[in-house]
């Protein structure tokens, strides 16, 4: 993956199109991340995004983060309950996988972290 980051997180631009806070926003996300047993979480250039993340209609930006697999869990957990609170939807890829938080009722959404969870290994 790009410059050896374990996981790619996307965040969209919010849903009233004042892109002025995207670098707060990513900024705020990533003190969050760093918070949890994490090696590291940097901010990643667009154009350095793995084909294999789906796309979002209007990007607000991306971080890459290193991590082991037994922090993956609290990681995703993290960023679901960040697009929550700021109103964004985050998209997680691993090797191609995305996963993308948002937009479903708090039960369908831990049914899909869960399987994807799962599918990396770390499940509950």
Partial sequence: MTDGWD?????????????EGDDEALRRLRVELLELDIADAGLVPEDEIPPGAKSLSAIAGGLGVKLAVDALAAVVRRMWDWATRNGRTVEVTIDGDT???????????????????ARHGAGR
């Fill in 7 to 19: 996981l790619i997180v996307r965040v969209d631009a919010p849903v009233d199109g004042d892109r």
């Fill in 99 to 117: 996963l993308k938080l948002t937009g479903a009722t708090a039960e369908q959404q831990e049914r899909l972290v869960a399987a994807w969870l």
